[in-house]
């Protein structure tokens, strides 16, 4: 409990002393690094990965004892990864000191000694009463003490927190929103008690205790209403007064931000396995060349024959010392085989890749001039390897445009230009309907028409905005005058209750309660009223996809009231379970209503929505639906958008059904169904959509799947959702209505930890989608919840933008980034594994083929960025055939470029073409005279000429593969080759000066003069190609792949075109 | 009449941003962008490109052409490599009736150096140039620690490398507290073998003529391989400080009569440093140039080699070999080239029949077969 004093003023003496604690001040610190601890801390966070770490301990490694190749063949790549690396993470981090300086020295208004003070945001201290204007955002959180406006409200809008845009209501302190000017609130005497910093937004427990005079304080409960969080913005209210309880680091938006926690891609996790199986490679390889040498070493002639002595200390040596550095040794010359250069690239890859996502026009949204939004890069191969769609349905798939279609009163139906001409309010039941609508609302008229974004309403003559917390009630408010009513209590709205309810008294004195909520919320509620009627009606809407609500009212005696207030005031003073115990009160006094009517308001499916559930159902994704609304309006919805088509037969996992059956029949039955069918044909888990096969659609609501979800008594819990998981699994389609937003991230949850660890991918476009967006591996966000962008990982302008961000760039990512993980794998197995034969014929004596610069060099520059322009170009078919056909996202469906049986082709291609360079270039050399002046060539030449194949082999074994060759391929992919020979002659060109050895002294210069090197290059390059090609035709021609058939489709159309056009 | 309502429509953002950390940490690449992104074909992935794919069709004229071009090539270097005369003598002196059997054993510093002659008979003449060459088996010049044991810059005529010469050296770098030039491990271990040539006519033995220049790169010999400069050309003086390598039995600049070829640029000395790859290598030792057109260089006939044998193989189970050899554009002879060149071109030839057939049975499922011809 931490306790504040209001304006720092000491409780009157004789009250409980309080141990004075210490807050910090109001500076947020997103930053990581300061100026001076940049370097050493940088350094420290970017060694604790572990591929850096193996490569520091490979550089120091070479640094101390005496190694094959100079510690600058891995120091400078690993310089120039943490260089780069630091140089990123400084930039970011600078932009975090400039945007947190912007924070902190924004200037708040608060005030000292009865005077209105500005100072900086960061000189705020906790008990500081601050001042905070229209459309300000709070510097701190704050307990809210007095308003600008005569009931002591406020509004704020915290998009920025949970990406919820409309304006919630928040209530001053009760003794303290009289309170309206700097001397008054000076004059304030009070603490707060309050509970530790806590990262939940929508929690808060408090107590205030005010002073006055000598009396004994007045105590007040604080709840979640009086908090202003830092980071939500005051609306449609001139100016407040709070007093700071939670400042910097300590507050809820600082705390949440710290909790997120990271994702990572399948692809990268692929990548580390891959990588843990060539560390094993690479320790068995220095294993076996140690264990080789000593036994090769075992006679002294071989040893140390007379022409190659050692120095005396290595002499002297202790044999396991010296076997030890010789294994560490040859990890050093082997080390390549990890490739530095990779990280880099993936980073570089995925970060430039993904602006082309930003870039793309179709994505673009004219209406609202945004764009796609990419919050991080590090998941974009994931959007090509989604299995599952976890959508809302209001606002994602709908337009979140309400329009009101028709309201049933006492049964009879009536649509709005009825209302609207004012000729019906004649029978008093209609009466009371409409006032129960005016009435159980938040809604505020908005005076100001500046505020754009806004659509005026078109039917109120004065140009008034309405602004709510829910969408539903300015529909309804917008046709209908407000009556003179005094509000006495708003049991508000939850979405566990699904109903709210207001206490007014009317002019007469008559005291009403009006509710207004869900059918299933209202109806069990309801005692009098023409209930069948407006059911039948409701079902009807519901089932014709309209959003309903149901308004029911009852009339308290005076007696009554004063019960349900004191009960009120005794659930809201409690300062434990508060929200609990005001769920037990709402739940007394929500009773016995009479039923009055029933509204109606239409929600439009967003364009294309149809379309792209069918593109992503037919590439092999299943589509949840998970919405708050109701059963019949949703299957509606999910009719119409094709997600459940004529002939899907829906699967019923609800409430209903269970109390007709147990759950455990329901299931079991439900089970029997689905896997009949599957049972008889092939277990594809993909096969839902062929014609042949029988559809199956599941509707569960959040009940039932709660007992799902339960946990049973005898501890057997896991059953239950094993068969529930088998179900959806058989489903096409799932629909889950009835959800509250915590079990939309269960269920997400489910689907991810079930045993095939699918991978999910939620999208969703309000506060009550953060959760699932969280959760799931990819979450995206709509157009509501732009704000809270920050909790997602993309964010489309809408729901149509999904098809291509999924099927066009989502597989193009995967493409390129699996070619390019398995690339620079086999690249460094080529580049490698002939060093590692050479040490048969040289002794084990650790010397390397190449030279030191072609070491160096390999991955930084001759084969690096042929692959990283491959990374970003690639398009193995084009984007347009992408979207028409959807199915080829089966293709690479499960990670399929990156499972073990391609990893092993790449690596044995690697290694075969290995055996080539290196058996090649020996059979070349072996004992003869390859120019034709009969001069020798020594080891380097040697080395050289298996480099040349490499570098000329890797590069081509590249150009084979890339299926789109820009003029931007082209210059990458011939430049490095041009390059690499123009390096050559240029490092065999010169005496170097500054080098100790010159052995690199016109050696390639000497082997271009040679024509069985030439002709060996030639050949080497082609046998090590030729297996490739040949399993690509084969594979092609015998086993082709869809994406295959239509590559050759579309290729086969275009040559038919262009001869046409010559002709 | 519909009632219209978008609350949530509240596009812009607030004024201060509201929001204290920016994006992820992991850096996106996308700030707030707002306005519409650009129409460029590089920015919407949709710049021209040529777009190959590898089928049967397209790479079935590549294996026959590649076939067609690599089975002549081939067959050219074969019969080329089969032109080259070539004849090798073993003459380390394992086997007990060897000439060279006696000298198995010798040590660097015998005074006077173990001789044998091996008679040998050439069946056919060698019609062009002749290059002789020495070749050693199981001598590792490609160790690690013997590749590295040498100091450029002392070849190069650094004068602080002569007297200070470089830790790659050791153990070879200093002998009785003076810098050894050349250092290195190499360098001590020259190859010091003398061999002469004679032709036996009747009895009479008529020295051939050897030629001891242009055994070396030329870069080598005139660029990476300098004496110390000074004063004068006496490099008897230049070499002052500096002792002989260990098992050399004279000083560097004594290696030869000739100014030009003494010293570090001498080209027996500069072949040996070029360190060879292979632990079995040969190293080119002289040159027998053809005299004139009317005769071969070497006839058919007896002859005989004179071997000045120092240079102990044997401790290490080592062979040493003499080779004569004629030399083609390709070098010396070796089969492997143009057999290869054959399998490839046979191989490339039969895989193109064979997707030939494919393409012809399995080929209209999926390319013609929506396409009207």
Known sequence: ?1063 | MAVNYSAKEEADGHPSGGVGMPGGGAGGGGAVKTRKPDNTAFKQQRLPAWQPILTAGTVLPAFFIIGLIFIPIGIGIFVTSNNIREYEIDYTGTEPSSPCNKCLNVSWDSTPPCTCTINFTLEHSFESNVFMYYGLSNFYQNHRRYVKSRDDSQLNGDNSSLLNPSKECEPYRTNEDKPIAPCGAIANSMFNDTLELYRIDNDTRTPITLIKKGIAWWTDKNVKFRNPTGDGNNLTALFQGTTKPVNWPKPVYMLDSEPDNNGFINEDFIVWMRTAALPTFRKLYRLIERKNNLQPTLQAGKYSLDIAYNYPVHSFDGRKRMILSTISWMGGKNPFLGIAYITVGSICFFLGVVLLIIHHKYGNRNTSADIPN
Request: with cysteine; charged share 20%; net charge neutral.
């Open chain 1, 1 to 1063: 409990i931490r306790t504040i004093y209001v304006g720092h003023r000491e409780p009157p003496p004789g009250t409980e002393a309080y141990i004075p604690q210490r807050f910090p001040d109001n500076r947020i610190v997103s930053s990581k690094y300061t100026f001076w601890n940049f370097v050493p801390k940088n350094l420290f966070e970017q060694f604790r990965r572990i591929a850096n770490f193996y490569f520091l301990i490979i550089f120091l490694v070479q640094l101390i004892i005496d190694t094959p190749t100079s510690p600058v063949t891995s120091g400078l790549p690993l310089l120039f990864v943490i260089t780069v690396t630091a140089i990123k993470q400084g930039y970011e981090d600078w932009l975090r000191h400039k945007a947190d300086n912007a924070m902190n020295q924004y200037p708040v208004h608060f005030i000292q000694h009865g005077k209105l003070v500005r100072k900086q945001s960061r000189k705020l201290r906790v008990g500081d009463i601050v001042m905070v204007k229209e459309d300000e955002t709070f510097p701190c959180d704050l307990i809210f003490l007095s308003s600008s406006r005569e009931d002591g409200t406020c509004f704020v809008t915290t998009a920025s927190l949970d990406g919820e845009s409309s304006h919630k209501t928040h209530y001053a302190v009760q003794d303290t929103k009289a309170f309206h000017n700097e001397q008054e609130m000076d004059a304030l005497h009070a603490t707060i008690e309050c509970e530790q910093p806590q990262p939940d937004l929508y929690k808060f427990v408090g107590r205030i205790n005010v002073y006055h005079d000598r009396n004994e304080p007045t105590a007040r409960p604080l709840g979640s209403e009086n908090l202003l969080l830092r980071g939500a913005t005051l609306k449609n209210t001139e100016k407040i007064f709070g007093v700071a309880i939670y400042t910097g680091m300590e507050t809820k938006m600082a705390l949440n931000y710290q909790a997120k926690s990271q994702k990572r891609s399948a692809v990268e996790k692929s990548m580390n396995v891959f990588l843990i199986v060539y560390l094993c490679i690479l320790i068995s390889k220095a294993l076996i060349n140690t264990v080789l040498k000593y036994v090769w070493q075992s006679e002294p002639f071989r040893d140390e024959p007379w022409y190659n002595q050692k120095t005396e200390p290595e002499r002297k040596r202790n044999l396991f010392l010296r076997a030890f550095t010789d294994f560490l040794a040859f990890m050093v010359l082997f080390n390549y085989i990890i490739p530095v250069s990779m990280y880099v690239t993936v980073e570089m890859q995925k970060f430039l890749g993904s602006y082309f996502l930003t870039w793309d026009e179709e994505m673009f949204d004219e209406d609202t001039g945004e764009g796609p939004l990419v919050n991080t890069s590090d998941l974009n191969e994931e959007l090509g390897q989604i299995e599952y769609v976890f959508t809302d349905k209001t606002g994602t798939l709908t337009e979140n445009n309400m329009e009101f279609v028709e309201c049933c009163i006492e049964g009879h139906v009536y649509v709005p230009h009825v209302i609207c001409n004012g000729q019906i309010l004649h029978d008093c039941t209609e009466e009371l309907f409409f006032r129960a609508l005016c009435l159980c609302h938040t809604v505020q008229v908005k005076d100001d028409d500046s505020v754009d974004g806004l659509k005026k309403s078109q039917l109120s003559r004065r140009s008034c905005i309405y602004i709510s917390s829910s969408p539903d009630e300015v529909a309804l408010v917008e046709g209908i005058q407000r009556y003179v009513f005094e509000l006495l209590e708003v049991l508000s709205f939850d979405s566990v209750r699904r109903r709210m309810s207001v206490i007014v008294r009317s002019s007469t004195g008559h005291i009403f309660l009006f509710c207004k909520g869900a059918d299933s919320s209202i109806f069990p509620r309801v005692k009098e009223g023409k209930i069948d009627q407006i059911r039948s009606r409701v079902e009807r809407n519901a089932v014709e996809g309209l959003r309903t609500l149901c308004v029911a009212y009852k009339e308290l005696t005076a007696e009554e009231y004063s019960k349900v207030q004191k009960l009120l005031q005794n659930a809201k003073l409690a300062l434990q379970d508060r929200e609990k115990k005001l769920a037990e009160v709402y739940e007394k006094i929500e009773r016995d209503f009479i039923l009055l009517g029933a509204t109606a308001v239409e929600d439009r499916l967003q364009e294309k929505a149809a379309d792209t559930i069918e593109a992503l159902q037919k590439a092999g994704i299943k589509v949840w639906v998970l919405t708050g609304d109701k059963m019949e309006t949703a299957a509606a919805t999910c009719y119409a958008c094709k997600l459940f088509r004529r002939n899907t037969q829906i699967l019923e996992l609800t409430t209903k059904k269970i109390e007709e059956q147990s759950l455990h029949d329901v299931l079991f039955d439900l089970s029997k169904t689905v896997l009949r069918h599957s049972g008889s044909l092939t277990r594809d888990t993909f096969s839902g959509l062929s014609t042949d096969m029988q559809d199956y659609g599941l509707i569960i609501d959040g009940a039932a799947l709660s007992l799902i979800m339960k946990p049973r008594q005898d501890g057997s819990s896991g059953n239950y959702r094993e068969l529930f998981l088998e179900i959806c699994r058989n489903c096409s389609a799932v629909l889950c209505c009835r959800m509250a937003p915590l079990q939309k991230a269960q269920i997400v949850k489910l689907i991810k930890l079930s045993k095939e660890h699918p991978i999910t991918l939620a999208i969703g476009d309000g506060a009550n989608d953060v959760s699932m967006i969280l959760e799931a591996h990819v979450g995206i966000i709509g157009k509501e919840g732009r704000q809270a962008a920050r909790n997602s990982d993309y964010a489309i302008p809408k729901f149509k933008h999904l098809k291509k961000m999924l099927l066009v760039h989502g597989h193009f990512y995967y493409v390129r980034i699996s070619e390019l993980v398995q690339y620079f794998f086999y690249k460094n197995v080529c580049f490698i594994f002939p060093q590692f034969l050479y040490q048969f014929f040289c002794g084990f004596s650790q010397q390397t083929l190449y030279d030191t610069a072609y070491l160096t060099l390999y991955n930084i520059s001759f084969t690096s960025l042929p692959i990283l322009f491959y990374g970003l170009m690639e398009q193995h078919v084009s984007a347009d055939t992408l979207k028409r056909e959807p199915s080829l996202y089966r293709d690479v469906a499960k990670n399929a470029l990156l499972r073990w049986r391609a990893f092993i082709y790449w690596t044995f291609l690697g290694v075969f073409d290995a055996v080539v360079f290196f058996f090649g270039a020996y059979l070349l050399y072996d004992n003869t005279v390859v120019t034709s002046n009969g001069q020798m060539f020594g080891n380097w030449t040697f080395g050289t000429l298996v480099f040349t194949v490499l570098v000329f082999t890797v590069t081509l074994k590249l150009a084979l593969d890339t299926h789109y060759w820009t003029w931007i391929n082209h210059f990458m992919i011939w430049g490095s080759l041009v390059f690499y020979v123009v390096f050559s002659l240029l490092w065999g060109g010169i005496i170097w000066p500054f080098l100790n050895y010159q052995r690199m002294y016109y050696v390639f210069m000497q082997m271009l003069s040679s024509g069985p090197a030439w002709l060996g290059i030639i050949l080497l390059i082609t046998v090590s190609l030729l297996p490739d090609v040949l399993k690509k035709v084969l594979c092609r021609q015998l086993w082709p792949t869809a994406t295959e058939r239509i590559q050759v489709k579309i290729f086969f159309i275009l040559k038919l075109v262009f001869c046409i056009t010559s002709l």
